[in-house]
């Protein structure tokens, strides 16, 4: 119960922006009256991704500071409470300044959550919860934007209610989970306290560049692959979003494979799962039906799957407890600007490649450029000890 009351949180990051997806045009009819509307409407989508990717440092830092799980709870009750804001306030800055909020609260409750799994549980037990949380942001990405839509019925504002499920996580972090302990260490080498010292920056750097890399082709079938269906002809949306999801099980698909291999060595699972990004990228590029472009979509999302947990669990190999928090608080906010890199990459290689289907001809070549980097680059884990299975407070 320790690692699902940890699990959970993760979906709060994708609820804020899956769920309200398809009440946009709702919110655009709305304020349509508002000068600008067209660009500040879909920042309600997108202005937590960008607090995230600008906060998850910061947050980090405060955890390591004042404590991950008192943090954690509050952040659990600020999310709630901004988050069905929308409700009751009538203006479109209003919203969009609760929405800030709601980016502040996503920050602190993913790096913190993250930081708890790697606080209690070590080895292979860390590797499962930390790819868990892959598995489970997919999986609930299809759930929300279902709900989404059955909510958006009875009103753009109706799935904000949704919003107060942070309530639950509450009760099951506050029920299940403890302040953690620092690992014993040499006095002389323990960094205290926001000490950034004996943090591990070379190698962080190496991972970081790499997530903002792989993030960027983790969410370009997920946001375009539908654009690329309509070009192939398909035109019933609600067929589109069908075929779309199925395509994205590969998501979760990849990470209960990573959980079978996830100890092999990490030059080996990122040469296989560049290899697959650009397998499924250039099978998506060279469609000429529905058929072949979705089994590119699909192969592309289970090499993505795998790829995430990779780097998540690689990153946490190398963080002591003194600076985990700032360690998961960096690679968020890597994670965080490669979605939001996602679609602007796409559309200068759209430009230059002549349409999106040439686009993904020419992410295959990226993604094959990152399996010869992990073919010849001296990757590996931290050295951090890998045995045991919880920390128990």
């Not at 279902?146 to 009875?154: I, V």
């Not at 799962?273 to 472009?293: D, Q, R, Y």
Request: proline fraction near 6%; aromatic fraction near 12%; charge should be positive.
């Amino acid at each position: 119960m320790t690692g699902i009351a940890l699990l959970l949180p993760i979906t709060l990051s994708t609820m804020a922006i899956v769920l309200l997806a398809p009440v946009l045009p709702q919110l655009l009819d709305e304020f349509s009256a508002v000068p600008g509307y067209e660009y500040w409407v879909p920042m309600i989508l997108t202005i937590p991704a960008l607090c995230v990717a600008f906060l998850s440092p910061i947050a980090g830092m405060l955890g390591d500071r004042f404590g991950r799980r008192r943090l954690l709870l509050a952040s659990f009750l600020l999310y709630a409470l901004v988050g069905i804001a929308p409700v009751f306030v009538k203006t479109l800055p209003a919203i969009l300044i609760s929405r800030v909020g709601v980016g502040v609260a996503e920050a602190l409750i993913m790096v913190l959550s993250t930081t708890l799994i790697g606080d209690y549980f070590k080895g292979a037990a860390r590797d499962k919860w930390l790819a868990g949380q892959t598995a489970f942001a997919s999986m609930s990405a299809l759930l929300f934007f279902n709900l989404g839509g059955q909510l958006g019925a009875f009103g753009w504002r109706t799935p904000f209610w949704t919003y107060a499920s942070a309530l639950l996580m509450f009760a099951l972090v506050l029920h299940f989970t403890w302040e953690p302990k620092a690992e014993p260490r040499p006095a002389a080498t323990a960094p205290q306290g926001s000490s950034w010292a004996g943090f591990p920056w070379r190698r962080m750097a190496m991972i970081l560049a790499i997530t903002v890399y792989g993030s960027i082709f983790f969410y370009t079938v997920q946001i375009q692959a539908s654009s690329g269906l309509v070009e192939l002809g398909l035109q019933n949306p609600a067929r589109i979003g069908f075929l779309t999801s199925i395509a994205s099980i590969g998501v979760p698909l990849g990470t209960l494979l990573y959980s079978r291999i996830g100890r092999w060595p990490v030059r080996r699972l990122l040469l296989i799962e560049f290899a697959m990004l650009a397998a499924g990228f250039a099978s998506m590029g060279t469609a000429h039906a529905p058929t072949p472009f979705l089994i590119g979509c699909f192969l592309n999302q289970f090499g993505a799957g795998m790829l995430l947990p990779t780097l998540l669990v690689w990153s946490m190999s190398l963080l002591s407890f003194q600076i985990r928090g700032r360690g998961a608080g960096l690679w968020q906010s890597a994670f965080a600007f490669g979605q939001f890199l996602s679609p602007v990459v796409v559309t200068l290689l759209s430009r230059q490649a002549g349409g999106l289907l040439g686009a993904f001809g020419l992410l295959s070549a990226g993604a094959l450029i990152g399996a010869g980097v992990a073919l010849v680059a001296p990757f590996r884990r931290g050295d951090l000890p890998v045995d045991g299975a919880i920390a128990h407070g």
